[in-house]
Nanobody, 120 residues
Framework: QVQLVESGGGLVQPGGSLRLSCAAS????????MGWYRQAPGKQRERVAS???????NYANSVKGRFTISRDNAKNTVYLQMNSLKPEDTAVYHC??????????????WGQGTQVTVSS
């Protein structure tokens, strides 16, 4: 089993940057596929980015070129670097994990989320 705790959200102006972190506890972090998804009020969950245990990366079209996902298996942590933020990026961001593919699914484990608000 995996426990996930996100951090790094906050209020940022349009065009700004944030770096989200997701710390995992439990066994064998390196064997899990990891991802970030977001949910805005009144909207469905949206997969933002994912990284497999082997390092293959995928991004939603809406964030390509602006967001970067990475993982540090030594620290049991996955990151989401978000640049050139837009108001439409405002949402609660969750990380998730699974041993199966995260595309197009969501993980078997997820964290409580961190709020990202992009506003002037």
């Amino acid at each position: 089993q995996v426990q996930l705790v996100e951090s790094g959200g906050g209020l940022v102006q349009p065009g700004g940057s944030l770096r989200l972190s997701c710390a995992a506890s439990g066994s064998a972090f390196s064997t899990y596929n990891m991802g970030w998804y977001r949910q805005a009020p009144g909207k469905q969950r949206e997969r933002v980015a994912s990284i497999t245990s082997g390092g293959r990366i995928n991004y939603a079209n809406s964030v390509k070129g602006r967001f970067t996902i990475s993982r540090d298996n030594a620290k049991n942590t996955v990151y989401l670097q978000m640049n050139s933020l837009k108001p439409e990026d405002t949402a609660v961001y969750h990380c998730d994990a699974a041993r199966r593919s995260l595309l197009p699914n969501f993980g078997d484990y997820w964290g409580q989320g961190t709020q990202v608000t992009v506003s002037s």
